[in-house]
């Protein structure tokens, strides 16, 4: 097949929620949808309760699993499509915005109940300003929760989007009779039966006709139709264009668990979301009808045997066809890096593969070559953006428990950063080691794998920072930024990339310093070029 057909026939998404709102059942049963597995419960959730490390310590002990659920990959009606592991978990956000910079669409969960949470307003934010196209679904219909309109307008005002509902559900909760399917123009009749895999729909022409009626009983089909005749009144009419655009973002409803709602879903995604997008380099825009191949790691994973030390670097592909044994380039570091054994993901294993092409994942195996953004060509120098270290909020020392060991720390350390599971900042003032993350359980999982897979031992110590910024001064020069280092010499450290970054004790103290100092930009994702 040509390069041209492999990409009009792909899509690669994300899957994004707060937890338990239903982002593994819904994977699992569109992997159902896909034949790609046989029966519910196969697909593993990598969630962690709240806070339990134990959760995390046996997921690693699992990696197998982590491994395989990163990506996984199906057919469906000749469509291959790619989901991307995002971890719900807040301690994890920071993979989930890497993730996020490799799918081309993302569909967002949100719980019937409990409407629009944390997590997802986030994770939402970060996909708007990337005018990252979202479907949104509704899920749990089979359990009371709020009003669908209700629903839609938080949906507008806590997650800024603006919203077209396709589907809409008849009666909730206890009353739930099924769904409209507004854009398909029927009915899908709920029957609470858990194990159905395919389901009926019966097709209503004309929603005034009392075949309405005598499907759902009068009153039902009533209601449906004032609501209806609402959501035309309301909502601005679905527009492929502003879906693409992220301007306008299509609803849907249905029970994820009760395979409810999901073909509907499922049919519609294959139908509008797009194929592998162009991407933004240093140089230029990339796109993925290009002949030659490039691609970007965007999520490193430790391999699943501890006793060799290799890793996994995921590759989504931008543009041409990537080929097994074959020379590409490593932009960073300027070397011709061949691959004979490139994996690709399906929901149940990972496999060889000879070509992959754009929109795909490959996983390459890596002795500690790959940092997170490295881009990969054919030879053009050039190198992806948008891969951003964000404001960790969690500061400890690290400190060396075992002096035999130093060596063993330092790699580990070294590659625990490259895989983004924290970041290491030296101070200026006395060159110590400071490591800063998003989330308070990394802490723990980098003492643990230090141990496990490095045979090192660290110890923590407290420091008090509210926040670390990356600075900007407009004049390197001038007297104010000499001013800001005199002044602030002791809250001053460098960041992998040497890049300057302030560590601010409290909130007041960043306000303050930010006012008395405005020639300098004190900024909290580390990409601001
Ligand atoms: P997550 O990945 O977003 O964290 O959510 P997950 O799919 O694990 O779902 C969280 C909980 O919500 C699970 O229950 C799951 O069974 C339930 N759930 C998902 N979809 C629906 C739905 O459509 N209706 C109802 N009523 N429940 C749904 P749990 O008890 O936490 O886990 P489990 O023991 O059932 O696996």
């Not at 031992?457 to 008090?464: G, Q, R, V, W």
Request: hydrophobic share 35%; glycine share 6%.
């Amino acid at each position: 097949m040509s390069l041209l057909k492999e990409i009009q026939r792909r899509k690669t998404f994300g899957i994004i929620s707060h937890p338990d709102a239903g982002k593994t059942t819904l994977t699992e049963k569109l992997l159902l949808f896909g034949g790609a597995i046989q029966e519910a419960g196969a697909v593993k959730s990598n969630k962690i309760k709240k806070g339990a490390t134990s959760d995390f310590m046996e997921i690693e002990r699992q990696r197998g699993i982590s491994v395989a659920t990163s990506v996984l990959a199906f057919e469906y009606e000749g469509i291959k499509i790619n989901i991307l592991d995002t971890p719900g978990h807040k301690d994890f956000a920071e993979d989930t915005f890497r993730t996020l910079t490799a799918v081309d669409s993302v569909i967002v969960v949100i719980d019937v109940a409990k409407g629009v949470e944390e997590q997802t307003k986030k994770l939402v934010e970060v996909c708007r300003m990337r005018n990252i196209p979202m479907i949104v679904f509704i899920n749990k219909l089979d359990r009371e929760g709020k009003d669908a309109f209700e629903l839609l307008d938080e949906i507008e005002q806590k997650l800024n989007l603006r919203v077209t509902p396709l589907s809409f559900p008849i009666g909730m909760g206890y009353d739930f009779k099924g769904i409209y399917n507004i854009w398909e123009k029927n009915v899908n009749l709920f029957s609470g039966d858990s194990r159905k895999n395919i389901e009926e729909t019966i097709e209503i022409k004309d929603i005034s006709s009392n075949e309405l009626d005598k499907l759902i009983g009068e009153k039902a089909a009533e209601n449906l139709r004032s609501e209806l005749e609402l959501v035309y009144e309301v909502y601005p009419d679905f527009d492929l264009q502003e879906y693409l655009s992220g301007t306008l973002q299509p609803v849907f409803f249905g029970s994820a668990l009760n395979n409810f709602g999901v073909r509907e879903l499922l049919d519609c995604f294959i139908e509008i979301a797009p194929k592998p997008r162009p991407k933004e380099s240093d140089t230029r825009l990339v796109k993925p009808e290009e002949k030659e191949f490039s691609g970007f790691v965007f999520k490193i994973h430790a391999n699943m045997d501890p006793k060799h030390r290799d890793r996994l670097a995921f590759v989504k592909i931008v543009s041409g066809t990537f080929e097994r044994n074959t020379a590409y380039l490593h932009v960073r570091n300027g070397k011709k890096l061949k691959f004979s054994s490139p994996n690709a993901f399906f929901a149940d294993k990972k496999e060889i593969v000879d070509v992959s092409y754009p929109g795909d994942i490959v996983g390459l195996h890596d002795t500690g070559n790959f940092k997170i953004g490295d881009t990969l060509t054919e030879g053009e120098e050039m190198r992806y953006k948008g891969i951003p270290s964000f404001s960790p909020e969690h500061f400890k020392y690290i400190n060396n428990a075992d002096p035999m060991k130093s060596k063993q720390l330092e790699k580990g350390v070294d590659q625990l950063m490259d895989e983004g599971v924290a970041q290491l900042f030296i101070l200026e003032l006395n060159g110590r080691k400071v490591i800063g993350t998003v989330g308070a359980l990394q802490f723990e999982v980098i003492q643990y794998r230090l141990e496990h897979e490095y045979g090192a031992k660290c110890s923590y110590e407290n420091l008090n920072v509210h926040k670390a910024c990356w600075v900007e001064p407009k004049d390197v020069k001038g007297a104010e930024f000499a001013d800001f280092k005199r002044v602030k010499s002791k809250y001053l450290a460098k960041d992998k990339r040497g890049q300057l970054v302030f560590f601010a004790d409290s909130a007041f103290t960043l306000q303050m310093t930010q006012q008395k100092y405005p020639n300098i930009k004190f900024h909290f994702v580390s990409e601001f070029e």
